[in-house]
RNA sequence: CGGGGCGUAGCGUAGUGGCUAGCGCGCUUGCUUUGGGAGCAAGAGAUCGUGGGUUCGAGUCCCGCCGCCCCGACCA
């Protein structure tokens, strides 16, 4: 039982200062979590055992889709990591340190390399797998900005497993029963989410999918519609418009427009100058070609112009995962001047096309039959009525442009319209990069040697105690669900009649007889609004209050999310408590 | 890394170059109070982030540094 009086606690009245988020301020005024260093946080009690809660399920779940138990250390060795290159590539967000030799080691971000060797040590046969192993460790990453209190620090608690299968269809296997037992972990944790796929479908299906928590103060901007659909930004596929018969539309024809260089300019003068009859032309009716460079890993550079309608800007993001591994960055005048045929401001089509030593690609909206205003690679000079497919054609389509509220979900589920996440598990089909770079290979049935492949799935379970806390809680204070809650009941004795106290006492006493787990406020001299200001910042989901109305052989039970408050009979309170507890 | 804001007691804060740095919460002691963050009285608690400078005098002005928060960039 935990008792109040002696509870190393201290509740605050007030926010504290450098708190923005509702997770951030309610976790330590209600005294769960106190800061130390930016991103690093001491759990208290209370929030320690909320976290250990939520950890405990993460691993009855883990345990019972049969996955294996590992404790790595925190402190590794530098050369597993020099081994696949993340020694640098993870940069500065690595926390190194050195021991006393000068031997070089760091605070592990993530643990692939050691699972990948840590299996490759011990196993060298296809008849060992399948196999999944996880842990529950805490991760290091030095943020360049942590934020948010407990949603994103530098030290935080991660479930991480890893799955090793000889083939694919095994890998898809080992991803699946992750799927499953995440879906039965955030159900039980009372999270609210969303299961998004983080890469585009055309890079290979479902190889990783996130699970967000919607909130406001989520840091991943994902779209939904209300039809169930729900993506990652960069995921969305454009839907297109039909095409249109290519007869049907005027010849093409150039046009002079000067001091025209952006959309706005060049569709002003298009409607003054060369006026539609059935409705004014709109950035829609033009098409914006904008040029990159692109940068690949082997240091090649290559330019790509991508077209799309003028009313859409490019998604970088959306970009990046499009051309990955080359990394795209705007076209600058000293590129300009190695492409004299690109007109600045005026670029067409016809000037573009690998055949031409630029790549062009357009937006999927752009498809046969549809005609746009665009550049004709002079100064000055527009064409209109460019069709394509019968004017001119591109490289390919690029889903490049931004996905704004109100565009179609792909699976005709509705529009779509933005939303924040809180990121509280992936799961990513790794396939082979490691074991490749690590060299773990086993022997299949044919005794050859053969690279397993890999998959890794992650659960922040310290981020879901605060995504839970985003989710669940009220203007004044905490709503945890009691899966997760640091007591099932918290009894207040109010006044300072003994008696009073006495009943509460064996109240407390019978519940936590019957297995419930009992937070009972036994501070003398208290006030009541005190005390009732507390149970509500702490949030225990119910509370009962032994109080004036004890005289009448009655107490009060609260459901701290509702509201409701019903009065109960001192000697029937404990069936119902019971009753509300395991119901 | 860029932009903005801020460092005064455990927490929240006030403080025109001029007395012993003020207030609220919390804390200690006593008395009263006890169903919505009680009252009275008496206390404890601050090298005013740090180093230098200007000045008769600096929490206050100037410069450097450190730290924190927010926005952006970045982030399996």
Redesign the pocket.
């Known amino acids: 039982m935990l008792r109040m009086s002696t509870l190393f606690l201290?509740?605050?009245?007030?926010?504290?200062?450098?708190?923005?988020?509702p997770s951030?301020k309610l976790l330590v005024?209600a005294g769960l979590v106190r800061?130390v260093?930016?991103?690093v946080f001491t759990w208290l009690p209370l929030g320690y055992l909320v976290y250990r809660n939520v950890e405990a399920i993460v691993r009855e779940e883990m345990d019972a889709a049969g996955f294996q138990e590992v404790h790595f250390p925190a402190l590794l060795p530098r050369e597993p990591y020099e081994a696949t290159g993340r020694w640098t590539?993870?940069?500065d967000?690595l926390m190194r340190l050195q021991d006393r030799k000068g031997a070089d080691f760091l605070l592990g971000?993530?643990?692939?390399e050691m699972f990948t060797l840590l299996v490759k040590g011990e196993y060298s046969s296809y008849k060992d797998l399948p196999l999944v192993i996880y842990q529950i460790q805490t991760?290091y990453?030095d943020?360049?900005?942590?934020?948010?209190?407990i949603l994103?620090g530098r030290e935080f608690v991660?479930k991480?497993s890893y799955s090793f299968d000889l083939d694919d269809q095994g890998l898809q296997r080992s991803y699946d029963r992750h799927r499953e037992a995440y879906i039965k972990t955030f159900d039980r944790l009372g999270l609210d989410y969303v299961i998004v796929s983080a890469m585009s479908g055309a890079m290979g299906g479902s190889a990783?999918e996130e699970f967000l928590a919607p909130c406001e103060s989520g840091?991943?901007t994902f779209v939904r519609s209300d039809g169930g659909y729900a993506a990652n930004v960069e995921a969305v596929v454009t839907v297109p418009p039909p095409p249109k018969p290519v007869a049907e539309q005027p010849a093409a024809h150039v046009e002079d427009t000067p001091d025209t260089p952006t959309i706005d300019s060049l569709v002003a003068l298009a409607n003054a100058r060369f006026p539609r009859s059935d409705r004014a032309w709109t950035a829609a009716d033009t098409l914006k070609n904008v040029v990159l460079m692109l940068t690949y890993p082997d240091g090649r550079r290559e330019p790509l112009v991508v077209g799309l309608p003028g009313d859409r800007e490019v998604d970088?993001?959306r970009l990046?995962a499009q051309v990955s591994p080359a990394v795209p960055t705007p076209f600058e005048e000293a590129d300009f001047a190695a492409y004299p045929q690109l007109v600045k401001g005026y670029i067409g089509p016809q000037a573009l096309g690998e055949e031409r030593g630029i790549a062009f690609r357009v937006d999927p909206r752009v498809v046969e039959g549809t005609a746009w205003i665009t550049g004709a690679n002079e100064a000055g000079r527009h064409v209109f009525d460019l069709v394509y497919g019968r004017d001119f054609s591109a490289d390919g389509k690029i889903e490049a442009a931004e996905v704004r509220d109100g565009d179609p979900a792909p699976d005709g589920s509705g529009p779509l319209y933005s939303e924040r996440g809180i990121e509280i598990g992936?799961i990513?089909q790794l396939g082979r990069k490691y074991a490749q770079a690590l060299d773990l290979k086993v022997l299949d049935e044919n005794g050859k040697a053969r690279v397993v492949t890999m998959g890794?799935?992650?659960i922040g379970v310290s981020r879901a105690v605060a995504a839970i806390a985003e989710q669940h809680h009220d203007d004044?204070?905490l709503l945890w669900p009691r899966a997760v809650s640091p007591a099932d009941v918290h009894i207040l004795a109010?006044?300072?009649?003994p008696a009073v106290f006495e009943a509460a006492q064996e109240l407390a006493v019978a519940c936590e007889d019957e297995g419930l787990r009992v937070l009972y406020d036994d501070r003398?001299?208290?006030?009541?609004?005190?005390?009732?200001?507390?149970?509500?910042?702490l949030g225990v989901p119910t509370i009962v209050?032994?109080?004036?109305?004890?005289v009448d052989g009655?107490?009060?039970i609260?459901d701290r999310a509702t509201g409701e408050?019903e009065e109960v009979a001192l000697p029937e309170a404990l069936g119902r408590l019971v009753q509300i507890c395991r119901g």
Request: no cysteine; glycine share 12%; hydrophobic share 20%.
């Open positions: 201290r509740t605050l009245r007030e926010d504290p200062a450098d708190a923005e988020v951030h005024r800061r260093a930016p991103g590539e993870y940069g967000t971000p993530t643990h692939e991760k990453r943020e360049a900005r942590p934020r948010a209190g994103r991660m991480d990783s840091e991943d970088m993001k990046e992936h990513f890794s799935y992650g004044k204070g109010t006044g300072k009649d003398r001299g208290v006030s009541p609004g005190v005390k009732f200001n507390d149970s509500e910042l209050v032994v109080g004036k109305r004890l009655q107490v009060e609260k408050r």
